[in-house]
């Protein structure tokens, strides 16, 4: 039996409400302005490189498009119990809590869709990962150049304008350790 997945629904500024959305139903009235939250993680490695994936060719939304680590927060889980769900069910790797670093929140990227903005600093190596293969086609290591010049998923589109915010952190966290 498959599962179903359950989101609790927010409001544009945050505020959690006592709607939940069941995937691929049909937006109720008065959900209009309501959002499900979702989840970005971008991994640096201590290069100062960006892990991406590419969305698998046999996906709905995005098919082929290059991303971070993403996924919805489900009713029972934290963001941050997200962020390492995804990166396990998707690239097959563990990461801790104290790696991840909120970058920015409520970001919205689409009618329904907010999501917060994290990066993990790890040295993860390729040969580590595995790819779940539903999700990803294919996952690779780029320098931030690379990064802008790539074709981006919608739902991390907004990485053209935050990739060198993540960048400075990464570069001011690297210089502290």
Known sequence: MEKVNVYKLADGKRVKTDKIYIRNASWGEGEEDLYIVGVNNWILN?????LVQRRALTKKNNPGKWSSTNGLV????????????ETKEELGIDIDKNQIHLVEENHIVGDHLMVDIFVTYADVKLSDIVIQESEVD???????????DLDISTTCSYIKKLASKIYEDYQKNSNNN
């Open 46 to 50: 201590s290069e100062g490189k960006f």
């Open 74 to 85: 489900q009713l029972e889980e934290d963001r941050f119990e997200t962020v390492q769900r």
């Open 138 to 148: 294919k996952v690779c290591y780029v320098s931030i150049n690379e990064l802008l």
